[in-house]
């Protein structure tokens, strides 16, 4: 029996490997997707392949009814404006799920090396038995596994919570410094890892007890301490760091129960989420430990732009668009918040009615999660084909009459290609600034995430539209719709 | 101990496999990839499978591992769904395209 299982297991991960292959490839991505969804399937089925399971079934059926419930209902409810929170509360609720599957162990090695202790409390400060007694339970690599998926699932967990709030508004979405922050969190982080490498030679009785869940505490505190100084628009970055971190955590809990499934497909995640992690860095040109400690964004610049922002009205934007042959839009996060991504692909129409050609310069950190931009213009309909990666646009940027910038700052702030004083500088952006005119969508004269003034709205060929983005474009809209 | 070392051997092979799995994604595929294999990462589940088989009905550990699984189900379900919505609406909008 046990060798079936563990075929089967073999089986499931090699499922997962061509389900993740796939995923990453427009044409075989959906494929993909339901293939991993099969080795899943077959890895829950074996894992029930137990003599106990009879008398469990019911439980075991009642926690997945619960759990796919919830899933399946939350899933099917969210709209694609709400996406980058509900992946980052599926990967808080994965993280905290593998923190659950080590601790399950732990206590039931406690419990084992305690057969007469009716509860935990109950135990004495030294433990009941000696070392000798409970080095085949309480082995050190074990507990240090546990550990390990305790430590990054409950990170995961509180970070990905944190990464939430931030993300539907409720926590502000900037980022949060304190004094002396950077040092709290390596005294947090330490005194963590310190509970983490004692708990394994002393794992029994109230002494492992408390320095187990010190960890788990301290995890779950370096989650939120960790994510608050990294400002809203590095959220790509750190959802795609905590999806890494989510997979990892399971690869942990597999180390606990000795399992490779959970190994091979934690680490696959794991692996996958970095990539993207990476790739949103370089979209950034800044390097990881830039993102994650160096605050980036809570700080005001002084910086003093010449010129002024020239405001426009939707009446006199409909005249400059109507006689443009070569359109570009650039959505940012505006766009996501105002949900105007409908009425933006009816703007697109209508232009290519009137005879232009309209695309959408995608820059890779537009919003604040890997691909948003590309989710919501999908919903919205628009072609794939004029769905357009930053290198493609920038070289034909001076062709283009008008670029319309939807909420975007930071990615096309000209002050990351020309200004060396800029924290942004080398940031590669759009190239809107090339164009003959610039539309600016915005709701006011502040200033990006990133709290940097951009010199785009100061430029000569810009011309500032205040307003709510859904709105101006809906006017716009009406305008071709009327003549 | 040699069991210790195979799960080692068998994490360091998975971890080369994962970088050269994904060389290259387009950005149109940055979400799915990023919540479908989020779903992947449910495989948690399992572990609490293994967490209520191995404790009887009651004990402190079964009921840490009906969370575990609620949780992971949760993960896994909402993360498949979700990833399929998204596809789907990425596959729709070809399909006009390739009659035009």
Same mark, same amino acid.
């Given at each position: 029996?046990?060798?079936?299982?563990?075929?089967?297991?073999?089986?499931?991960?090699?499922?997962?490997?061509?389900?993740?292959?796939?995923?990453?490839?427009?044409?075989?991505?959906?494929?993909?997707?339901?293939?991993?969804?099969?080795?899943?399937?077959?890895?829950?089925?074996?894992?029930?392949?137990?003599?106990?399971?009879?008398?469990?079934?019911?439980?075991?059926?009642?926690?997945?009814?619960?759990?796919?419930?919830?899933?399946?209902?939350?899933?099917?409810?969210?709209?694609?404006?709400?996406?980058?929170?509900?992946?980052?509360?599926?990967?808080?609720?994965?993280?905290?799920?593998?923190?659950?599957?080590?601790?399950?162990?732990?206590?039931?090695?406690?419990?084992?090396?305690?057969?007469?202790?009716?509860?935990?409390?109950?135990?004495?400060?030294?433990?009941?038995?000696?070392?000798?007694?409970?080095?085949?339970?309480?082995?050190?690599?074990?507990?240090?596994?546990?550990?390990?998926?305790?430590?990054?699932?409950?990170?995961?967990?509180?970070?990905?919570?944190?990464?939430?709030?931030?993300?539907?508004?409720?926590?502000?979405?900037?980022?949060?410094?304190?004094?002396?922050?950077?040092?709290?969190?390596?005294?947090?982080?330490?005194?963590?890892?310190?509970?983490?490498?004692?708990?394994?030679?002393?794992?029994?009785?109230?002494?492992? @007890?408390?320095? @187990?869940?010190?960890?788990?505490? $301290?995890?779950?505190?370096?989650?939120?301490?960790?994510?608050?100084?990294?400002?809203?628009?590095?959220?790509?970055?750190?959802?795609?760091?905590?999806?890494?971190?989510?997979?990892?955590?399971?690869?942990?809990?597999?180390?606990?129960?000795?399992?490779?499934?959970?190994?091979?497909? $934690?680490?696959?995640?794991?692996?996958?989420?970095?990539?993207?992690?990476?790739?949103?860095?370089?979209?950034?040109?800044?390097?990881?430990?830039?993102?994650?400690?160096?605050?980036? $964004?809570?700080?005001?610049?002084?910086?003093?732009?010449?010129?002024?922002?020239?405001?426009?009205?939707?009446?006199?934007?409909?005249?400059?668009?109507?006689?443009?042959?070569?359109?570009?839009?650039?959505?940012?996060?505006?766009?996501?918040?105002?949900?105007?991504?409908?009425?933006?692909?009816?703007?697109?129409?209508?232009?290519?009615?009137?005879?232009?050609?309209?695309?959408?310069?995608?820059?890779?950190?537009?919003?604040?999660?890997?691909?948003?931009?590309?989710?919501?213009?999908?919903?919205?309909?628009?072609?794939?084909?004029?769905?357009?990666?930053?290198?493609?646009?920038?070289?034909?940027?001076?062709?283009?009459?008008?670029?319309?910038?939807?909420?975007?700052?930071?990615?096309?702030?000209?002050?990351?290609?020309?200004?060396?004083?800029?924290?942004?500088?080398?940031?590669?952006?759009?190239?809107?600034?090339?164009?003959?005119?610039?539309?600016? @969508?915005?709701?006011?004269?502040?200033?990006?995430?990133?709290?940097?003034?951009?010199?785009?709205?100061?430029?000569?060929?810009?011309?500032?539209?205040?307003?709510?983005?859904?709105?101006?474009?809906?006017?716009?809209?009406?305008?071709?719709?009327?003549? | 101990?040699?069991?210790?070392?195979?799960?080692?051997?068998?994490?360091?092979?998975?971890?080369?496999?994962?970088?050269?799995?994904?060389?290259?994604?387009?950005?149109?595929?940055?979400?799915?990839?990023?919540?479908?294999?989020?779903?992947?990462?449910?495989?948690?589940?399992?572990?609490?499978?293994?967490?209520?088989?191995?404790?009887?009905?009651?004990?402190?550990?079964?009921?840490?591992?009906?969370?575990?699984?609620?949780?992971?189900?949760?993960?896994?379900?909402?993360?498949?769904?979700?990833?399929?919505?998204?596809?789907?609406?990425?596959?729709?909008?070809?399909?006009?395209?390739?009659?035009?």
């Amino acid at each position: 029996m046990e060798a079936i299982i563990n075929l089967a297991y073999i089986a499931a991960a090699i499922l997962f490997i061509f389900g993740i292959k796939m995923l990453g490839k427009a044409d075989t991505a959906k494929r993909g997707n339901l293939i991993s969804a099969w080795g899943m399937g077959l890895a829950i089925v074996v894992t029930c392949i137990n003599p106990d399971f009879g008398n469990k079934f019911l439980w075991i059926a009642l926690a997945f009814i619960i759990g796919g419930g919830i899933g399946a209902f939350s899933a099917k409810k969210v709209a694609m404006t709400g996406m980058p929170e509900m992946v980052a509360l599926f990967n808080g609720v994965g993280g905290l799920s593998s923190v659950l599957v080590g601790w399950a162990e732990y206590v039931r090695v406690f419990s084992a090396a305690h057969p007469d202790a009716p509860d935990l409390a109950a135990v004495s400060p030294e433990g009941t038995l000696t070392t000798a007694d409970l080095a085949p339970h309480f082995s050190a690599f074990t507990m240090s596994v546990i550990f390990l998926a305790v430590f990054i699932g409950a990170v995961t967990f509180t970070g990905s919570i944190y990464a939430w709030g931030k993300l539907s508004g409720k926590l502000g979405g900037s980022a949060k410094t304190f004094p002396g922050q950077k040092a709290f969190n390596a005294l947090l982080l330490l005194l963590t890892v310190g509970c983490g490498v004692l708990f394994p030679i002393f794992p029994d009785g109230q002494t492992g @007890l408390l320095l @187990l869940s010190l960890a788990t505490l $301290g995890s779950l505190l370096l989650g939120i301490f960790g994510v608050m100084p990294i400002g809203g628009g590095d959220m790509p970055v750190v959802i795609s760091l905590l999806n890494s971190l989510s997979g990892l955590a399971a690869a942990a809990a597999g180390f606990v129960i000795v399992n490779n499934v959970l190994i091979v497909a $934690g680490c696959l995640v794991g692996c996958s989420g970095l990539i993207l992690t990476v790739i949103m860095c370089k979209a950034m040109n800044r390097t990881l430990t830039n993102v994650l400690f160096s605050g980036f $964004g809570s700080t005001q610049s002084n910086q003093q732009v010449e010129g002024e922002m020239k405001p426009m009205t939707v009446d006199d934007a409909y005249y400059v668009l109507e006689s443009a042959r070569n359109v570009v839009f650039v959505p940012g996060y505006g766009m996501a918040v105002a949900q105007a991504q409908h009425v933006v692909k009816e703007l697109a129409e209508l232009l290519e009615e009137n005879g232009a050609e309209v695309r959408f310069a995608i820059h890779p950190v537009a919003g604040r999660m890997p691909g948003h931009m590309n989710v919501l213009l999908a919903e919205a309909d628009v072609p794939y084909e004029q769905l357009c990666e930053m290198d493609q646009v920038n070289p034909t940027m001076e062709l283009v009459d008008v670029a319309i910038v939807i909420g975007a700052n930071d990615v096309v702030n000209p002050a990351a290609a020309d200004d060396p004083s800029s924290p942004i500088y080398g940031m590669p952006i759009i190239n809107v600034h090339q164009a003959r005119t610039v539309f600016a @969508l915005k709701r006011g004269k502040g200033a990006g995430f990133s709290g940097l003034v951009n010199t785009l709205f100061f430029r000569d060929n810009t011309r500032m539209i205040y307003g709510d983005a859904k709105a101006t474009i809906a006017g716009l809209v009406s305008q071709f719709k009327d003549k | 101990m040699h069991e210790l070392l195979l799960l080692l051997f068998i994490f360091t092979l998975a971890a080369f496999l994962g970088f050269e799995l994904i060389s290259k994604v387009p950005s149109q595929l940055h979400t799915p990839l990023m919540s479908g294999s989020n779903a992947i990462s449910g495989i948690t589940i399992v572990g609490a499978i293994v967490a209520m088989l191995e404790n009887p009905v009651g004990s402190i550990a079964f009921w840490v591992g009906f969370a575990a699984m609620v949780l992971a189900a949760i993960n896994v379900v909402g993360g498949y769904i979700v990833t399929d919505r998204m596809l789907g609406m990425f596959k729709k909008k070809d399909k006009p395209a390739a009659k035009a």
